[in-house]
């Protein structure tokens, strides 16, 4: 099981789009815009222990850092933090939060401080299980496919909004 621990804002989409090349099935979810995409029957997976099936999967929801306290750890699973420059994040949450289209399911005044959250993560899962990656910064297929011991495809990583 992967498990995408990102903030809105970070690259959750492009890293639920790299997992699907990849040939993972998932969940993933948008807290700002209130919409996901499942590959699953199941409509949400808990995070606390219930295991789907054997097949890849992966659980992407960019709230999940409401429930990072009680979040079950799981040595098994592999977690990944997508990530961005503080003060680029706020920018670009300020920006997005604006537009007309966004479901505003969540606001930026919710959001905890991203230093300060990306402290939490680091704090709370083990460092062989966890793979920290910025998209804005060049991270992409090799970062992702070291981690999860997967070959790097031929196409072009999916940085969709980064």
Known sequence: MI?????PRTGTSSLADALRILGYRGHSWCALHGEGETDHDWDVLRLRGVRPSSLPTFY????VWKELDILR???EF??????RESASHAES???HTKTPSCGKVIVPAALPNILEYHSRV????????LLVVDWT???G???LCEFLGQEIPDEEFPCKRC
């Open 3 to 7: 498990i995408g621990l990102g903030l």
């Open 60 to 63: 992407i929801d960019n709230s």
């Open 73 to 75: 750890i799981d040595r």
């Open 78 to 83: 592999k977690y990944i933090l997508t990530t």
């Open 93 to 95: 949450m300020a920006k």
């Open 122 to 129: 680091l704090q709370r899962i083990p460092e062989e299980n």
């Open 137 to 139: 910064t060049g991270d």
């Open 141 to 143: 297929w090799p970062e």
